[in-house]
């Protein structure tokens, strides 16, 4: 078994529920410490209640430019991997979609993830280490009927992610 100095830490967004807590859950059964994020705070405290000393969490909006950057001063170092997780834009079919539609569900699907990675990305080079794991769904192997919005942007944040590893891996 790890010692808690053993420990790594994972931060996990979208942490209250589906495959965000899921993953938490999964981490702290192995021991490892966990920093959750997600809007509300009913299931994060329960799971900081469950392991009092894995367990830190944030709650707030993903979305707001601001919380990305408060949240990553809290972080603790060194970080060792990233759950990139979020729920998804409404559904709707394209030709009912307006401009106002495609503003929200690109702040939900792409801007924040863009954002948090480009400020994850400098500690774990200072560390010479950290993983990035987005998830997204399975409309990036084929579209879901009615799904619109998030067939096309989570094939935007496939192309940003698949970049991305090619520009790191050139990199080093």
């Given at each position: ?80 991997g990233a759950f990139i997780n979020a729920g998804g ?43 990035l794991l987005f998830s997204e769904s399975t409309s ?24 991305l590893v090619q520009e790191q891996a050139n990199s080093?």
């Amino acid at each position: 078994m790890k010692t808690m100095s053993q420990s790594k830490t994972y931060l996990i967004t979208g942490a209250s529920s589906g495959l965000g807590h899921a993953v938490a859950q999964r981490i702290l059964l192995n021991n490892e410490k966990v920093f959750l994020v997600a809007r509300r705070a009913d299931e994060l405290e329960a799971l900081q209640d469950a392991y009092p000393s894995l367990v830190r969490y944030r709650t707030g909006d993903l979305t707001d430019s601001a919380f990305i950057d408060e949240l990553v001063t809290e972080l603790p170092h060194p970080l060792a991997g990233a759950f990139i997780n979020a729920g998804g834009p409404p559904a709707g079919r394209l030709e009912e979609l307006s401009m106002a539609d495609w503003d929200a569900a690109y702040q939900l699907v792409i801007r924040w993830k863009v954002q948090l990675t480009q400020q994850l990305l400098p500690m774990f080079k200072e560390n010479q280490y950290g993983r990035l794991l987005f998830s997204e769904s399975t409309s990036v192997t084929r579209p879901v009927e009615n799904l619109g919005l998030s067939n096309s942007l989570r094939m935007a944040m496939v192309g940003y992610v698949k970049t991305l590893v090619q520009e790191q891996a050139n990199s080093a």
